[in-house]
């Protein structure tokens, strides 16, 4: 036998879709059965039929009976997308049927908690789910219209089972319907419908229910959500969701005035904004689409979650869509439990998107760290697993393992949590930051060995000759400083004398800095004569620099010599001025020749 599903989450309502199993088997109707009286309430007031039944189930037969039949039509199975069945608070187990004798009727068998004793009685509530099920009529509205539904069903119950009494009733958003059918009897007071009750009802009686109303709810059907989950052992866990909206519901008509739509505000079935809730410790929360953030949304933090305000670049009337983004981090210590290095991971397999919301198809894909292994997927119901694959970011060396599901056809009842185990070393979490010290070594010892290393297959001499001559004229100029600032000592020297007239002090003083100048001057010499044997043309702009240096410096002793012989009386003072006045014009054309030697070396 091929369950579609159990339903084995304590405390929710179990669901079963179809399509989940993979083989069904053939029942026969208990005739013994009676349902001895049936309670059934259709919620049509927004854009998912939610219809629940309260069955009183006797025995009439001799035999005790543990099971019952369900019965649906094939387009309420097509479009099923919840369904669940409760006994005295116990959730029971569903499994899809087929009866031989009815091929075109869908049944899904119902497993009674305790079997049922011959004249007794049991009580269960069925609930399911159907979207897709209310046709806008007309299909198509202008902006300011309101829009009109049509709902096609059933006044009987649809049951293989006779029925003593059955009674339903109809919940409608607002009190103006256009027309409903009137099997007698029925009522409609404000906004609801009853029909009923009817007595003796035959097994798979038929009558069928129309009703035409104002249904202005936001007809959003999500056609295609993908929801990434990236785990990482590092206290994080970060969520983003893919999802593209359509308006369902009827079309409009016509163009579309922005003037009207402000002005007026009576655009009844458009849809302006719609709230997302997402985890209470969500953080770094972003919305946005191609273009960009969208900036016109809101989020407000309450105590158990985060409700966004969403609110598209534009009002989304029948038949128009959006594509966005939603993305948030959440603290990984709140859905992530391990013992040793055993991991489970608990999340949403859907988040609650807006209110009564339908998703034609969901894919979840979760990324695992890098390293995983034994890794078992728990789901609350049948869904499609796809072929696992791999996920590469930064430092990732053998790829991060992705694990994917798909389902369909998907409510808020669907909104609960899958289990994903695995196991996980410690010592990987040492990988990531191993790597990146190797790198940053690996980066090292390469700009090391390429500075150290000529990797030059021959010598150039030229080249080296150039840096040779380069590297002795870098040192001139820089001996040529010292040499420089010795003859400002030297002037300085010269004031001195002018003004103390101890010739003696003076000249144990020049005496030293004149020997400092020989000194830098050899230095000079010599560089001179290392450059002679790379380039002789530099070698000649040397001897051309020593020569002015000598005359420059000629200059300055006979300077010093006219001094000492004013001060001592053996120069008049006008023969001192005489004497000066060349001397003087020598020195700055010795010095303005060496400023251009030193810039052409």
Request: glycine share 4%; with cysteine.
């Amino acid at each position: 036998m091929g369950v579609l599903g159990v339903l084995c989450v304590l405390g929710i309502l179990g669901s079963v879709v179809p399509g989940g199993a993979s083989a069904t088997a053939y029942d026969s109707v208990n005739k013994d059965l009676l349902l001895k009286k049936v309670e059934r309430k259709i919620d049509v007031a927004t854009q998912v039929v939610k219809i629940t039944s309260k069955i009183s189930l006797e025995n009439a037969g001799s035999g005790a009976v543990g099971a019952f039949l369900l019965a649906l039509t094939e387009e309420e199975k097509r479009n099923l997308a919840f369904l669940s069945a409760q006994s005295g608070g116990t959730t029971l187990q569903l499994s899809e049927s087929k009866v031989h004798e009815h091929q075109d009727i869908e049944f899904f068998k119902v497993e009674l908690k305790d079997a049922l004793q011959p004249g007794k009685i049991a009580n269960v509530e069925v609930e399911y789910y159907l979207t897709h099920m209310l046709e806008p009529y007309p299909a198509a509205i202008q902006q300011g219209e309101k829009q009109l539904v049509r709902y096609l069903g059933n006044h009987y119950i649809l049951t293989p089972y006779t029925t003593t009494t059955q009674t339903t009733t109809v919940t409608l958003p607002s009190p103006n319907v256009e027309s409903y059918s009137r099997l007698k009897p029925s009522s409609h007071t404000d906004t609801s419908i009853t029909y009923g009750p009817y007595d003796g009802v035959k097994p798979f009686s038929h009558d069928a229910m129309a009703i035409h109303y104002e249904n202005n709810s936001p007809f959003l059907t999500v056609t295609s959500l993908e929801r990434m989950i990236e785990v990482s052992h590092w206290g994080n866990i970060a969520v983003e969701e893919t999802i593209d909206v359509l308006h369902t519901g009827a079309k409009l008509k016509g163009s579309f005035s922005r003037y009207d739509f402000q002005r007026e505000h009576n655009t009844y079935s458009s849809v302006k904004s719609f709230k997302t809730i997402i985890p209470a410790s969500a953080k770094d929360v972003y919305y946005r689409d191609e273009i960009g953030n969208i900036s016109t949304s809101h989020m407000r933090i309450q105590d158990d979650a985060v409700e966004l305000d969403l609110r598209p670049r534009f009002p989304l009337f029948g038949g128009w869509k959006t594509h966005y983004k939603i993305g948030y981090n959440v603290p990984s210590y709140e859905y992530l439990y391990n013992y040793g290095d055993e991991f489970i991971l608990k999340m949403r397999i859907l988040d609650h998107v807006f209110d009564d919301v339908v998703v034609d198809n969901v894919i979840v894909k979760v990324v695992l760290p890098e390293g995983v292994r034994n890794i078992e997927l728990e789901t609350p119901y049948p869904v499609e697993r796809k072929a696992d694959s791999l996920h590469y970011t930064y430092l990732d060396t053998i790829g991060r393992p992705i694990i994917t599901i798909s389902k369909k056809n998907l409510v808020e009842s669907h909104i609960q949590d899958f289990s994903l185990k695995y196991s996980f070393p410690s010592i990987l979490m040492l990988q990531e930051p191993l790597l990146v010290v190797v790198a940053f070594f690996i980066l090292f010892i390469t700009v090391i060995l390429y500075v150290r290393l000529d990797l030059t297959l021959s010598k150039d001499d030229a080249i080296e000759a150039k840096m040779r001559v380069s590297s002795h004229c870098e040192m001139i100029d820089s001996h040529h400083d010292k040499r420089a600032r010795q003859y400002e000592k030297l002037e300085e020297e010269l004031q001195k004398l002018k003004v103390s007239k101890d010739v003696n002090q003076s000249q144990t003083a020049t005496k030293k800095i004149l020997q400092s100048i020989r000194d830098e001057t050899q230095i000079i010499s010599d560089l001179g004569a290392k450059i002679r044997l790379d380039n002789a043309e530099y070698a000649d702009k040397v001897v051309e620099l020593q020569k002015a240096d000598k005359a420059l410096r000629d200059s300055i002793t006979q300077q010093l010599t006219n001094v000492e012989k004013l001060v001592l009386g053996k120069m008049t003072k006008q023969q001192y001025m005489d004497a000066e006045t060349p001397l003087h014009k020598k020195k700055e054309e010795q010095l303005e020749k060496m400023k251009t030697i030193l810039s052409g070396l």
